[in-house]
């Protein structure tokens, strides 16, 4: 009777054990390894072009960016000063295997939201296309970054008023702190 029991729960066990020797814990790929270049300390300038998305002025930013847990996302939080105030921020930056792109989610303490999807790599080029609907318009939205050295970045993000020319509406650079 024993022998009976033990072999009925080795046959329970059994396949518990073999799956939980089979799964290793997934490791980073290469996109997700690209995510590295912004883990540390950043301080940013910049300056908002006037027009129908906000008034022109000077940008400052400080963030710190660290992995998450597993080593598949970084969490940045920082604080932003503009011509609109001071907002603090976290994003939320990740690599999706399957659709080979980069995303972003973003919240502020203004209350606003941003998941951008999509965002491609071309050479050191970093690039997110979004389409919003902005007062009943279709407006598309570009954020470039350009990684100009391992300590330093440019952006500019522009946008295109129902399929019309793409219009600057920020500049700046991005430097690591040491």
């Given at each position: 009777m024993k022998a009976q029991f033990s072999a009925g729960i080795f046959l329970l066990l059994a396949?518990?054990?073999a799956y939980g020797q089979a799964q290793q814990a997934?490791?980073?790929?290469?996109?997700?390894?690209?995510l590295a270049y912004y883990i540390g300390s950043w301080q940013g300038h910049g300056e908002t072009k006037g027009g129908p998305f906000g008034a022109a002025g000077k940008l400052s930013s400080k963030?710190?960016?660290?992995?998450?847990?597993?080593?598949?996302?970084?969490?940045?939080?920082?604080?932003?000063?503009?011509?609109?105030?001071?907002?603090s921020f976290l994003n939320i930056l990740s690599y999706d295997e399957k659709a080979k792109s980069y995303t972003e989610y973003a919240v502020s303490s203004l209350?606003?939201?941003?998941?951008?999807?999509?965002?491609?790599?071309?050479?050191?080029?970093l690039t997110y296309i979004v389409d919003q609907d902005v007062a009943g318009?279709?407006?598309?939205?570009?954020?470039?970054e350009v990684r100009v050295s391992p300590v330093?970045?440019?952006?500019q993000a522009e946008a295109s008023v129902s399929g019309g020319p793409w219009k600057a509406l920020a500049t700046g650079e991005i430097r690591k702190l040491k």
């Open positions: 396949p518990c054990l997934p490791k980073p790929g290469p996109g997700v390894q690209k963030q710190t960016c660290t992995w998450f847990s597993g080593g598949f996302q970084v969490i940045c939080r920082g604080e932003e000063t503009g011509p609109t105030g001071t907002r209350g606003d939201a941003e998941y951008d999807q999509g965002g491609t790599f071309a050479g050191n080029k318009k279709p407006v598309k939205f570009r954020y470039s330093l970045f440019t952006y």
